[in-house]
């Protein structure tokens, strides 16, 4: 407690610090008018409406890259009308001919490696959550939430969907893509008179980015600093969003070889989005449906940590910002969307919890004030000794001067009854906790500061969590400090806590060259020092890791990385990095110096073949460790896509511990019929999970955003080449609505 003291002393001044920087001037907006019409419109990517003739552009696009200070070799149009109920969008893109770059014909397309073009709405004009729609050159769609002011990709998302309409058309000097978003897509304030937007478009044939409001190179081309203005010609009315009522069925025939057991079955569910005036969502889920259509990448994991995955599951992203952005993202997270409906058998393996009711409210309270809450009962299984519980959170967060927020939340996650296999400490744990979070008007600053409690029973007096972030960003220096306290008595269960009983300190600074040559586009130098020290072992130095790296970027978009690193590890445990099941562990209460160095190469990601690759070599703990690793990517446009990713580590420990070659391979295929037939196959090979798998799976979208999925599941044994658990699946699911 006494270490707690002296945080919150060097916590709430730096608070004030960062908030002497929140008013920051940003450079004059452009605007253009929306004009409103009662005539109707088709989305057939031809804007031979009269409309259309007489709606304002907004034009004159800026180039981003190569060069941030001239106006784009290849220009867009964008024309936009509205009615009640819709946002029609025209974008007329000039192009030096039609060889584009798709990467398939499946929606919510990776944007940077091919041709399209993207619209940034942030409908409350406060430059930290927007609504992201884009298309390509063949009519495929995206669309995504960005959050946190665009700062970093944490912040953005395209796993949200929404039901809209678009079509493209080639022709000779230019595409055109035609839109119809329902405004009820949107959330905003009744009686708004206009919107902050911006757009950003990548040109493979011309090596050009370009974006609507001017962005400098040190900013990301997704963040929302540098918006201008779509003004209505009328207010905005009242939103009629529809009820979406979206149910499932599906079946499944399961065998387990180690068991030699089969099963099948039958469910059914759904979801229900429910509008609740113009800027909140409710959505109500019942015995929904979380199996994996779409299976998550392997990683190869040689830490003593746990390693977070991303969340896929639609019902929790909406809105997800609220809920997940409180605290630090690599070390202090309390909520991770994923430790729900997930849980862990009595042999450590995490297996499927299943969810049965959960309800979840978010959005926008008034024009500074946002509140998310969600209530989630997870189902007990007593043969796995898992109890059933309730899961709540309680978040607001109130917008302070330009850009800046703080936020308060409450956690419980509390055992629906008193369970003989579960200890007292585990029947409840709760999390209060505030954060401030800082973005300057026109991101030159930006951090965080924060200080959590946890609660749950026979809890050790170490039961903080706090740290605190600040950040500059310039067009020739970046640089950050970061600071991180987790007691050992710390706990969220329903967080991402990688360890606790740290002190943790990062610090970075980059410096950023801009050449006038033809062939490096920019370089960089970077320092990036991380220290760990442990509050109940007298500030002992447990970890460090000295990193120095240069990086550059080529002007055909190839980049190239060399980096060197110094490192010290004390184990408090014995530890194998192999994770073999009968080798000798490292000796633990002992120190381990080491050093290394890695170099990379990404090639250029416009071309029908690309590649990344990179290797280390150096100490590792008492001995070596060599690494590859890299992926490979072909397109065959339009249809096929086909990657392979692989990773591989050499270990060598000397006797009496074990050494290892250890392999990570996953060749995947892509086959898009068309916009609504989709075949992937994912084959993944990992001889340190000893796992060979096969995920296969054929989607229909006969309706939007409605869709039948044939999902096969094939897992074998490395070693012996046996099959471990084979399954197949038909899953149904219509969005309806009313």
């Not at 500061?449 to 960003?473: T, W």
């Amino acid at each position: 407690m006494i270490f707690s003291n002296q945080m919150r002393k060097f916590l709430f001044p730096l608070i004030f610090f960062c908030i002497g920087f929140s008013l920051q001037g940003q450079m004059a907006k452009r605007s253009f008018m929306v004009k409103k019409i009662a005539e109707t419109i088709v989305a057939d990517g031809e804007l031979n409406e009269a409309a259309w003739q007489t709606a304002e552009s907004a034009d004159n696009f800026w180039q981003y890259f190569p060069v941030d200070s001239i106006q784009a070799k290849e220009q867009s149009e964008i024309k936009m009308l509205y009615d009640d109920k819709n946002l029609y969008v025209g974008i007329k893109v000039y192009t030096a001919g039609k060889n584009f770059a798709i990467q398939t014909l499946k929606r919510d397309f990776r944007a940077g490696n091919s041709d399209n073009i993207t619209l940034l709405f942030d409908t409350f004009n406060d430059g930290n959550n927007a609504f992201l729609f884009g298309s390509n050159p063949y009519g495929v769609r995206r669309e995504g939430l960005v959050s946190g002011g665009g700062l970093n990709l944490r912040g953005f998302t395209i796993s949200w969907d929404v039901k809209w309409q678009g079509e493209s058309k080639i022709y000779d000097g230019y595409y055109i893509t035609e839109w119809i978003i329902p405004m009820a897509a949107f959330k905003f304030r009744e009686g708004e008179t206009k919107w902050s937007l911006n757009s950003y478009r990548f040109d493979t044939q011309s090596n050009e980015t370009s974006t609507w409001m001017q962005i400098p190179q040190n900013q990301n081309v997704f963040g929302l600093t540098f918006m201008g203005d779509m003004v209505f010609q009328e207010p905005l009315g009242k939103s009629k969003t529809p009820l979406a009522i979206i149910p499932y069925a599906t079946s499944s025939a399961q065998k387990d070889y180690e068991i030699n057991e089969s099963d099948s079955d039958l469910s059914y569910g759904g979801d229900m989005k429910i509008a609740i005036g113009n800027s909140l969502n409710l959505d109500i889920t019942g015995n929904p449906d979380f199996s994996q259509v779409e299976v998550d990448d392997q990683i190869t994991n040689l830490t003593r940590f746990e390693v977070s995955l991303p969340e896929k599951r639609q019902f929790f992203i909406d809105n997800s910002d609220l809920f997940s952005s409180f605290g630090g993202g690599r070390d202090a997270n309390p909520f991770f969307s994923r430790r729900i409906g997930i849980a862990e058998d009595t042999a450590g393996n995490t297996i499927e919890n299943r969810i049965l009711a959960g309800a979840r409210l978010s959005g926008k309270l008034n024009k500074d004030l946002r509140l998310g809450f969600f209530n989630i009962v997870t189902d007990e299984d007593e043969e796995n000794e898992i109890a059933g519980n309730n899961n709540t959170m309680l978040a607001f967060q109130q917008q302070v001067f330009a850009r800046s927020n703080i936020g308060l939340f409450f956690i419980n996650r509390q055992s629906l009854r008193d369970y003989d296999f579960q200890a007292d400490e585990d029947q409840y744990n709760r999390v209060l906790g505030v954060d401030y979070n800082l973005i300057s008007q026109d991101n030159l600053w930006s951090g965080k500061a924060y200080l959590h409690k946890a609660f749950a029973p026979e809890i050790g007096n170490a039961n903080l969590s706090g740290g605190m972030r600040v950040g500059i960003n310039t067009r020739n220096y970046r640089a950050f400090t970061d600071w991180v306290y987790l007691g050992e008595d710390f706990r969220s269960d329903l967080g991402f806590i990688r360890r606790t009983n740290i002190l943790k300190s990062a610090s970075n600074i980059e410096r950023i060259f801009w050449p006038k040559d033809r062939k490096i586009q920019n370089h960089t130098f970077q320092f990036f020092p991380i220290f760990y020290w442990s509050p109940e072992n007298d500030l002992q130095n447990t970890d460090y890791n000295l990193m120095t790296s240069w990086e550059a970027r080529f002007q055909d978009q190839s980049e190239v990385e060399i980096q060197v690193s110094n490192e010290y590890t004390y184990l408090f445990d014995d530890f194998d990095p192999t994770g073999s099941d009968d080798g000798i562990p490292i000796p633990g209460d002992q120190g381990y110096y080491y050093n290394s160095v890695e170099a990379s190469y990404q090639s250029n990601r416009r071309r029908l073949f690309s590649f990344e690759v990179g290797t280390s070599y150096g100490g590792f703990y008492n001995g070596e460790r060599l690494s590859v690793d890299g992926g490979i990517s072909m397109r065959f446009q339009p249809k096929m896509f086909f990657s392979l990713n692989f990773n591989y580590d050499k270990i060598t420990l000397p006797n009496p511990y074990p050494s290892a070659d250890i392999w990570l391979i996953s060749p995947k295929f892509d086959i898009t019929f068309s916009r609504t037939l989709f075949w992937s196959t994912l084959v993944q090979y990992s001889n340190q999970r000893d796992n060979l798998g096969i995920n296969s799976r054929l989607q229909w979208r006969f309706a939007p955003l409605s869709d039948l999925f044939v999902v096969y599941n094939d897992n074998y044994f490395v070693n012996s080449f046996a099959p471990k658990v084979r399954s197949i699946n038909l899953k149904l699911t219509y969005w309806l609505n009313i």
